[in-house]
T-cell receptor, first 111, second 116 residues
Framework: DGGITQSPKYLFRKEGQNVTLSCEQN?????MYWYRQDPGQGLRLIYY???????QKGDIAEGYSVSREKKESFPLTVTSAQKNPTAFYLC??????????FGQGTRLTVV | DQQVKQNSPSLSVQEGRISILNCDYT??????FLWYKKYPAEGPTFLIS?????DKNEDGRFTVFLNKSAKHLSLHIVPSQPGDSAVYFC???????????????FGQGTELSVKP
């Protein structure tokens, strides 16, 4: 079945560590996105990529980095520069149609 | 600058009645609007969309209305069922090209509770 797979489902990070969240899609979509969900703030766009080897900052890119070396993969690194990384992270993709499909999310907690 | 706003954090309705969720936007360049449903600790699932050239789109119990002059859209669920209880997000987009949808800008969400 086609879809988007995020891993891991739960992730714990120590202060000062970088962590990488995985996102893979087999929908043959050109565009991929990373969103962050915090209580009461909806989904905020971190980074997005419309094509391989190219990506743009979203509204809250500070403290995050991404790469898009393959069409299927769009990993997100949460760096130590991100001051408040505890959140629910969602990866999405879309192609010809406007509606984006989402993965099941990764819950990141700083310990 | 919040381009998409959902001003009601929560809504409670009785089973069988109509649920109306509202959304406002500020960017007149948006050409598609979407509604997503989300359960806790899961990814959002797409419900229904509407192009800016239309004022209504219907899919079963779900109808979305668009008022471009007021920059307002609403989602109607009739009849409401307890399984509809979830957080509903409004989103807006500007299409990149004829074969590529653009990024989605989301509202804050409205938590719907349908009571039996």
């Amino acid at each position: 079945d086609g879809g988007i797979t995020q891993s891991p489902k739960y992730l714990f990070r120590k202060e000062g560590q970088n962590v990488t969240l995985s996102c893979e899609q087999n929908l043959n979509h050109d565009a991929m996105y990373w969103y962050r969900q915090d209580p009461g703030q909806g989904l905020r766009l971190i980074y997005y990529s419309q094509i391989v080897n190219d990506f743009q900052k979203g509204d809250i890119a500070e403290g995050y980095s991404v790469s898009r070396e393959k069409k299927e993969s769009f990993p997100l690194t949460v760096t130590s520069a991100q001051k408040n990384p505890t959140a629910f992270y969602l990866c999405a993709s879309n192609g010809r149609r406007v509606e984006a499909f989402f993965g099941q999310g990764t819950r990141l907690t700083v310990v | 600058d919040q381009q998409v706003k959902q001003n009601s954090p929560s809504l409670s309705v009785q089973e069988g009645r109509i649920s109306i969720l509202n959304c406002d936007y500020t960017n007149s360049m948006f050409d598609y609007f979407l509604w997503y449903k989300k359960y806790p600790a899961e990814g959002p699932t797409f419900l229904i969309s509407i192009s800016s050239i239309k004022d209504k789109n219907e899919d079963g119990r779900f109808t979305v209305f668009l008022n471009k002059s007021a920059k307002h859209l609403s989602l109607h669920i009739v009849p409401s069922q307890p399984g509809d209880s979830a957080v509903y997000f409004c989103a807006a987009s500007v299409r990149i090209s004829y074969n590529q949808g653009g990024k989605l800008i989301f509202g804050q969400g409205t938590e719907l509770s349908v009571k039996p």
